[in-house]
């Protein structure tokens, strides 16, 4: 290639990079090299100007230097090549110029880089004069100033370029220096930014100004190089700065630059609190930018930790400190507004940064050392204090702590300085909430409300505190002299007067505020949570005041004392909340019900009360919310905003603005539900009313939106983690909803109606993030309160999670289903969240309750589920247990799946983890459980088909919990045990009934499985009666053990008509089991003489003592239960040897022992003879039935035909008596026939026919009787007569007396055993009532009978009695008091138609004694006619 082709090629259009570049790209030798440059050389020097060359030179692609740590980018050798001869270039010009002009290299090279700088700068400059000033270059800008610094790198490192002459030229005329363009002559080394800020004397002047200005300057839009370029600027300079100004050096000078570069950044810091405090309800973008600049990463490049470490914590300190213009009474009196809440968010950003690098007690001690040794700014201090609680929910204990040293310095020294900052620390804590820190009421009575508090100590010590108290009364917020009004500090009773002068002081301070003690509360729930509204108050005391009423059923007495004693108050502000509108309720609840009696008790004006009425039917069609929001902005609006952002948060992992965020949502919460947070110490309980949601619209609103946010934030954040990697987001959210009681009734409330009523609706979405929304409230079990359903199913107060697990029915198919999904959710997330948590913690995260119905319905749904149960085996490894956490999350994520969920169903069933379990005695399912689960299904839509169904109740019983221990809910094998549990399940049928009934009225008696479970109690007994005929070894009493279990179901210690009900269901249940069983089993064996025997006496004694209680009508067992006994007797004497001998031994026994089923027997006899003759035949092959029975048939046929001839001989008077009253009432009670038959009677004579005519006399009462007690049976003539006829044939007989005695009936003691105990009590009232009726002769003959007066006097007294104790006698045709009245009058008559020797002296005394308390004047009439010694007869 020849010079003149290169000259030509050059003087066209190509530039100096270009050409050097296409030269490199052939690789020329290294002699051709050298030649080529020093021809290059010759030629620049004759074509080109050195203006052209700063142009050309430097680096060839300058405009992305940010690749690398450096600014420089990996460049080819080609490029490197051409930059050293670039270099070499311009050192050539200017020394040649130099030599021309007769100057110095470096100068003539600082004027030329000056020239070219200007010219890139100086058109910008002209625009910012013209228009809006911009504080970066732009890009054209930046790619040239770029190259002008790669040429004057090349030229400083060939020593031709001056860099403090550089500098000195470029701040001449006071010239302010661009920020960027500083930045970028640091960033090339040539004159670096340390050197500028120690020699430059105006730095001060310049750097703040450039630094305020390129902080608030944004980029317009689309310059996004640019943004980036600001950002490092920013950071280059900040972390320049913090690096000289917060090094340790000893050298003077760098002391000396030290303090320069510590005020530049206390400018900064300072114009940032001036921004924050300007920018109160704005945000400023050049402050939020310069707090940006306060991170660790950043600043990390330029300085070490230590160094870092020193810059945050003297900008914390200056912080603390700025501008400290308020006084402690300032900060006493407007804390309520420094809250994190209510704090700028720059403000509560700047101190999340400064604290970043150190630990809550690293911050809490250097606070403590900042209020100690300098005047600080309270409201920073206090915003300090909510920002550090609020973003480290670990700081409650440290704060304690600090609380604790602070309190015991200032009562060891009396330092006033550490009271006041404790009184101020502890007040900001319990301004965030209960879940940050515990309320100030709580705090107070800890250290000061017990004998070992602070103040204790000393009189002194005392003095002290209340002297404290008493300084801060006039500054005080009305809510802490509330609390410390109510909640007084401990005080000994000889220094009583002390603390009553203080709070006569703070009552009159409340008095001045318009608060007075009349406005303070009925009940000691005083927050000093801050700001809560009177009218919030007084929400409070109504809702205490309900409670109370609802449990006692009457006014309390703070109630009626507050309506006498403090009335402004009662009338004012409690009534208002107490009569708000609402929409009734058709059946009264509680409210109205207390109101009803506040109104009884003249506690309401009548107007008020009339307003209250006509404001509710003007109420009726809609739903009240009574939410008053203080507010410009829908608060709605606002949390659902709020929420949006915490979901964001939550994805992003954020842990601390999760916090801060939900510090936020607490405070919206709380506007609106505006009641003050529970601060009561212990649990409250919330009523759920599961029928009727008692939340407003609003709140409705509310909930739904907070449900759907946390299914959001679960689902969004499972994508990435599972949940036992999660932050703590969930629990922190849950204990916020927590500290608010009405959010959590709302809550519920609309928990429960979704997994009542909806739950098959729910999406899959929903069952996840439901089920593990439910698992975070009772994992928080220590804050959540306790639930009490209404209508109660639980006897007390039950946890949150058991709560809703009692909403998820399983009746039916579709129960079954999303009851099923649901728990395997709930236990995959609790297992999965607190796999990494001791076992005790990890059981918190599983809910007993729901866990149980998994045990329930995975082996019922599905079969292959009931194989052998994995047990837990050998610890597991380190591998292993990283799979089984992998293995439950992805269980929990695919819960919900449709197409997948049984399977997941099954592997959770056979985890290990869950099977180990069932060790543990809280998460055993028991077989009474059991029991009570199977007996609410819905037969009709049950899972299973019928036979499906008894496979599994078979596999359950037999399988399952008959080989289980009894200590894990089973019955150790116990055939009996089992039995039990079946007939005691069966019992209370009835009553689980009705508890099912309150939780779902879909749910019957008539669909219920307990046909099923009575077949499982037939198939168990057969299997005990097999054993015991078989005689195995420990055989069973089979008899025995069902009376047992009877009567144990039977004891009641206390009698009541509630009681009484519940006995006459339980037999009537028990009737019904009986008649189930098989017969024989009702019966005993046992041996005589060698041979087996009948044995009726645990029969006799069950009639005697229980069905004589039930019977209806009374005296009569039912014809099915009659003939179940009878035919027990038949086939229990067929397994002696003697049968027919043993059959009339038994009715022999019961002739005479049990009255009752002797009755039973003949009224039935007509039905029964033809089945039991039938059963008899069969079991002894044709034979008749044995002769005490065939005697029944006898005695039927002579009652039917008496007129016609005598008694048979044998028979007892009781069985003739029962045949001669069926007789009678099969023919209607004629007349005729009655006649004639006492006569034949009254022929025969002798005491056989006495005893039953007075048997005869006793059923003819008992039916009279009970026709008075039961009207509408219309048998009261009838029976009535035929008292009346045989009381002619006894009446000059005293045995008929001998029924109505209460304790000696003689011969007839067996009456007692036939009627139930309350209508042997009645019998007095029969007595009057028949005798009532009489004819005055045969009242006559009754009289002048023996013994009638003293069982006339002794039936009155009962009759008293019975009227006393408010027995209710409901006679068609008179009042109770009129047969109490008829009845003495007839009773005196008697008297005084009664001989004096009617009575013995002792009679006639034990009578007076009893009678005189009761109706002196039956006493005076007494002893007036019959006692001739009476006081009465001497004066006479």
């Known amino acids: 290639m020849s010079l003149s082709a290169s000259c030509e090629s050059v003087s066209q259009k190509?530039?100096?990079?270009?050409?050097?570049?296409?030269?490199?790209?052939?690789?020329?030798?290294?002699?051709?090299?050298?030649?080529?440059?020093?021809?290059?050389?010759?030629?620049?020097?004759?074509?080109?100007?050195?203006?052209?060359?700063?142009?050309?030179?430097?680096?060839?692609?300058?405009?992305?230097?940010?690749?690398?740590?450096?600014?420089?980018q990996k460049q080819t050798e080609s490029k490197s090549v051409s930059s050293a001869m670039a270099g070499s270039l311009l050192v050539f010009e200017l020394r040649r110029q130099a030599v021309q002009l007769v100057v110095p290299v470096p100068v003539l090279s600082v004027k030329m880089v000056l020239e070219r700088l200007m010219e890139i700068t100086g058109a910008e400059e002209v625009k910012q004069e013209e228009g809006k000033r911009r504080e970066l270059l732009t890009a054209s800008q930046r790619e040239q100033l770029c190259v002008l610094l790669g040429s004057s790198r090349e030229l400083l490192s060939q020593g031709a370029l001056c860099p403090k002459l550089l500098w000195q030229e470029y701040r001449r005329d006071q010239r302010l220096p661009q920020l960027e363009v500083v930045y970028h002559l640091d960033f090339y080394n040539i004159v670096t930014l340390k050197h500028i800020i120690e020699r430059d004397e105006g730095v001060r002047l310049w750097v703040v100004s450039q630094l305020k200005g390129l902080c608030g300057w944004t980029p317009p839009p689309g310059e996004e190089e640019t943004r980036h370029v600001q950002q490092k600027v920013l950071s280059a300079v900040v972390g320049v700065l913090v690096g000289a100004g917060f090094e340790q050096s000893p050298e003077a000078a760098d002391r000396r630059g030290s303090l320069m570069c510590c005020s530049l950044l206390d400018l900064m810091l300072f114009w940032l609190l001036d921004t924050v405090e300007q920018s109160e309800t704005q945000q400023s973008a050049g402050a939020e930018r310069w707090i940006q600049i306060f991170d660790a990463s950043l600043c990390g490049a330029s300085a070490s930790v230590d160094t870092l470490q020193r810059f945050f914590t003297h900008s914390l300190t200056q912080t603390l400190t700025y501008k400290p213009r308020l006084t402690v009474s300032d900060a006493i009196s407007l804390q309520n507004e420094w809250t994190f809440a209510k704090a700028s968010r720059l403000l509560t950003s700047l101190f999340r940064k400064l604290a970043v690098m150190f630990s809550v007690q690293q911050l809490l001690a250097h606070l403590q050392q900042v209020l100690e040794t300098n005047e600080v700014n309270w409201k920073h201090v206090l915003c300090f204090l909510s920002t550090l609680l609020v973003y480290n929910p670990g700081a409650q204990g440290s704060l304690t702590e600090l609380l604790s040293r602070l309190l015991s310095s200032a009562f060891e020294g009396y330092d006033l300085e550490s009271m006041i900052t404790a009184f101020l620390l502890a007040r900001q804590g319990a301004l965030e909430g209960a879940a940050i820190f515990p309320s100030y009421s709580n705090w107070f009575k800890m250290s000061f409300g017990g004998g070992s508090g602070y103040h204790a100590s000393s009189k002194k010590s005392l003095v002290f505190l209340l002297k404290f108290l008493s300084d801060l009364v006039p500054f005080e917020p009305p809510q802490y002299l509330k609390v410390h009004v109510l909640q007084p500090p401990f005080v000994p009773v000889k220094h009583r007067s002390l603390l009553m002068e203080y709070v006569s002081l703070a009552k009159t301070r409340l008095a001045d505020l318009k608060e007075c003690v009349e406005d303070m509360g009925l009940y000691e729930d005083v927050s000093g949570?801050?700001?809560?509204?009177?009218?919030?108050?007084?929400?409070?005391?109504?809702?205490?005041?309900?409670?109370?009423?609802?449990?006692?059923?009457?006014?309390?007495?703070?109630?009626?004392?507050?309506?006498?004693?403090?009335?402004?108050?009662?009338?004012?502000?409690?009534?208002?909340?107490?009569?708000t509108q609402r929409t009734l309720p058709v059946k009264a609840d509680a409210r109205m019900s207390f109101i009803e009696a506040l109104k009884k008790a003249d506690k309401i004006p009548a107007a008020q009360y009339s307003s209250y009425v006509e404001s509710c039917q003007r109420h009726r069609q809609q739903e009240g919310s009574a939410v008053c929001v203080d507010t410009n902005d829908d608060p709605l609006e606002v949390l659902k905003v709020q929420l949006q952002e915490f979901t964001q948060?939550?994805?992003?992992?954020?842990?601390?603005?999760?916090?801060?965020?939900?510090?936020?949502?607490?405070?919206?919460?709380?506007?609106?539900?505006?009641?003050?947070?529970?601060?009561?110490?212990?649990?409250?309980?919330?009523?759920?009313?599961?029928?009727?949601?008692?939340?407003?619209?609003?709140?409705?609103?509310?909930?739904?939106?907070?449900?759907?946010n946390?299914?959001?934030?679960?689902?969004?954040?499972?994508?990435?983690?599972?949940?036992?990697?999660?932050?703590?987001?969930?629990?922190?959210?849950?204990?916020?909803?927590?500290?608010?009681?009405?959010?959590?009734?709302?809550?519920?409330?609309?928990?429960?109606?979704?997994?009542?009523?909806?739950?098959?609706?729910?999406?899959?979405?929903?069952?996840?993030?439901?089920?593990?929304?439910?698992?975070?409230?009772?994992?928080?079990?220590?804050?959540?309160?306790?639930?009490?359903?209404?209508?109660?199913?639980f006897p007390e107060p039950v946890s949150v999670g058991e709560a809703l697990s009692a909403a998820l029915l399983c009746s039916t198919h579709t129960d079954m289903l999303f009851c099923v999904r649901f728990c395997v959710a709930a236990v995959c997330y609790g297992m999965c969240r607190g796999d990494s948590l001791p076992q005790q913690q990890q059981q918190d995260y599983i809910i007993s309750g729901l866990y149980k119905k998994l045990l329930y319905l995975i082996p019922r749904l599905f079969p292959e589920a009931r194989r052998a149960a994995i047990t837990a085996g050998a610890p597991m490894g380190e591998h292993e247990e990283e799979e089984e956490e992998e293995e439950l999350s992805g269980l929990w994520s695919r819960a919900s799946h449709s197409h997948s969920w049984r399977n997941t169903a099954l592997q959770l069933w056979r985890h290990p983890a869950v099977q180990q379990l069932q060790?543990?005695?809280?998460?055993?399912?028991?077989?009474?459980?059991?029991?009570?689960?199977?007996?609410?299904?819905q037969r009709s839509e049950d899972a299973l088909s019928d036979p499906e169904r008894q496979e599994f109740q078979q596999w359950a019983c037999s399988e399952l919990f008959l080989p289980r221990e009894v200590e894990q809910g089973g019955c150790g094998g116990e055939m009996k045990l089992l039995c039990s549990h079946l007939l005691t399940a069966i019992m209370g049928q009835q009553s689980s009934h009705q508890t099912v009934e309150k939780l779902d009225e879909r749910v019957s008696e008539k669909g219920s499985c307990l046909p099923d479970i009575l077949s499982r109690l037939q198939e168990l007994v057969y299997d005990m009666e097999v054993t015991a005929l078989s005689g195995c070894h420990g055989k069973y009493d089979i008899c025995d053990f069902l009376f047992e279990l009877l009567s144990k179901r039977c004891s009641f210690t206390e009698k009541s008509i509630s009681t009484a009900l519940c006995l006459q269901h339980t037999l009537n249940t028990w009737n019904r089991v009986l008649l189930a069983l098989p017969a024989v089993l009702l019966l005993k064996l046992k041996s005589e003489g060698g041979r087996a025997a009948v044995d009726c006496h645990t029969l006799i004694e069950h009639i005697n003592l229980h069905q004589r209680n039930v019977c209806s009508p009374v005296g009569l067992l039912s014809y099915h239960l009659t003939s179940h006994f009878l035919r027990g007797v038949l086939c229990a004497s067929v397994r002696c040897g003697r049968s027919r001998e043993e059959v009339n031994k038994a009715w022999?026994?019961?002739?005479?022992?049990?009255?009752?089923?002797?009755?039973?027997t003949v009224h039935w006899w007509q039905r029964l003879s033809p089945a039991l003759s039938s059963l008899w035949r069969g079991l002894t092959d044709g034979d008749p039935l044995p002769e005490q029975l065939q005697l029944l048939t006898v005695c039927q046929s002579w009652a039917c035909s008496l007129e016609k001839g005598p008694s048979p001989p044998g028979p007892a008077a009781l069985l003739l008596a029962a045949s001669l009253h069926g007789a009678w009432?099969?023919?209607?009670?004629?007349?005729?026939?009655?006649?004639?038959?006492?006569?034949?009677?009254?022929?025969?004579?002798?005491?056989?026919?006495?005893?039953?005519?007075?048997?005869?006399?006793?059923?003819?009462?008992?039916d009279h009787l009970s026709s008075l007690l039961y009207p509408e049976e219309k048998r009261s003539r009838k029976a009535a007569d035929l008292c009346t006829e045989?009381?002619?044939?006894?009446?000059?007989?005293?045995?008929?007396?001998?029924?109505?005695?209460?304790?000696?009936?003689?011969?007839?003691?067996?009456?007692?055993?036939?009627?139930?105990?309350?209508?042997?009590?009645?019998?007095?009232?029969?007595?009057?009532?028949?005798?009532?009726?009489?004819?005055?002769?045969?009242?006559?003959?009754?009289?002048?009978?023996?013994?009638?007066?003293?069982?006339?006097?002794?039936?009155?007294?009962?009759?008293?009695?019975?009227?006393?104790?408010?027995?209710?006698?409901?006679?068609?045709?008179?009042q109770p008091f009129q047969i109490v009245s008829h009845s003495k009058q007839l009773l005196l008559r008697a008297i005084a138609q009664t001989p004096p020797t009617a009575l013995s002296t002792s009679q006639l005394r034990e009578l007076e004694s009893q009678v005189s308390v009761l109706d002196p004047e039956v006493s005076a009439a007494l002893s007036l006619q019959l006692d001739p010694d009476s006081p009465e007869m001497e004066f006479l």
């Open 710 to 793: 946390f299914c959001q934030c679960m689902l969004d954040a499972s994508r990435e983690t599972p949940p036992n990697k999660q932050s703590l987001w969930a629990s922190r959210l849950v204990s916020v909803l927590l500290s608010n009681t009405q959010l959590v009734s709302s809550l519920l409330h609309r928990l429960w109606d979704l997994f009542h009523n909806q739950g098959s609706s729910l999406s899959a979405a929903h069952l996840l993030g439901l089920s593990a929304f439910v698992v975070h409230l009772h994992a928080s079990m220590s804050h959540s309160p306790l639930v009490q359903l209404i209508p109660p199913l």
């Open 919 to 937: 060790h543990t005695a809280q998460y055993q399912l028991s077989v009474s459980e059991w029991l009570a689960n199977e007996l609410r299904v």
């Open 649 to 708: 948060l939550v994805v992003e992992g954020n842990d601390g603005e999760v916090c801060a965020q939900l510090s936020r949502i607490s405070h919206t919460l709380s506007v609106i539900f505006p009641g003050r947070p529970s601060d009561l110490i212990g649990q409250t309980v919330i009523k759920l009313h599961t029928h009727t949601p008692l939340s407003p619209e609003l709140h409705v609103k509310v909930v739904n939106m907070i449900l759907r």
């Open 1286 to 1374: 045989l009381l002619r044939v006894l009446v000059d007989s005293a045995d008929w007396l001998l029924l109505f005695q209460s304790d000696d009936h003689g011969v007839y003691q067996s009456i007692t055993m036939v009627t139930s105990d309350e209508f042997t009590r009645l019998m007095p009232w029969a007595f009057y009532s028949l005798l009532l009726q009489q004819t005055a002769e045969l009242l006559h003959r009754a009289v002048c009978g023996p013994h009638f007066l003293h069982t006339a006097v002794l039936c009155y007294i009962h009759l008293l009695q019975l009227f006393l104790e408010g027995h209710t006698l409901p006679p068609a045709d008179h």
């Open 14 to 72: 190509r530039t100096l990079s270009s050409l050097l570049a296409g030269r490199v790209v052939k690789r020329p030798r290294q002699a051709e090299a050298e030649r080529l440059q020093e021809e290059t050389l010759q030629l620049l020097a004759q074509q080109q100007s050195l203006g052209s060359l700063l142009r050309e030179g430097g680096n060839p692609d300058p405009c992305n230097i940010f690749h690398t740590q450096n600014g420089e």
């Open 1225 to 1262: 009432q099969g023919r209607g009670g004629a007349d005729q026939g009655l006649s004639a038959a006492l006569r034949v009677l009254r022929e025969e004579g002798g005491p056989p026919c006495q005893q039953v005519l007075v048997f005869l006399l006793f059923l003819c009462v008992k």
């Open 529 to 579: 949570a801050g700001g809560a509204s009177l009218q919030g108050q007084a929400v409070q005391d109504v809702e205490k005041a309900l409670s109370l009423f609802d449990s006692t059923g009457r006014i309390s007495a703070t109630v009626m004392e507050a309506s006498i004693f403090r009335r402004p108050y009662f009338l004012t502000r409690f009534l208002p909340a107490l009569l």
């Open 1148 to 1160: 022999s026994q019961i002739s005479v022992h049990c009255p009752l089923l002797l009755l039973s």
